[in-house]
């Protein structure tokens, strides 16, 4: 999984970078996994919202991050579908 090891590395050292500029980063946990992750806090006012992949266990979803919080959103599983 050497991919997934380059993805967390970059996504380390952005919010370390991140940080140390006194950027505003809000933690929240995975949905799945429950390992913490990190996102940007949007201008107050703002919300962002988007499809989101955890960096530790892969499980998508969608994120919405406000000034104070992040909600999530997660797709409904397809009983028809194979999985």
């Not at 140390?20 to 806090?41: A, Q």
């Not at 994120?63 to 028809?80: A, L, N, S």
């Amino acid at each position: 999984m050497e991919l997934l090891k380059d993805i967390k590395a970059e996504c380390q050292a952005f919010f370390n970078g991140a940080i140390l500029r006194s950027k505003p980063v809000i933690h929240y946990k995975c949905p799945e996994c429950d390992n913490t992750l990190k996102t940007m806090r949007p201008p107050q006012g703002e919300v962002y919202n988007d499809h989101t992949i955890c960096i530790h266990c892969w499980f998508e979803f969608i994120r919405i991050t406000d000034g104070t919080e992040v909600r999530i959103q997660t797709y409904p599983k397809h009983k028809h579908a194979k999985q």
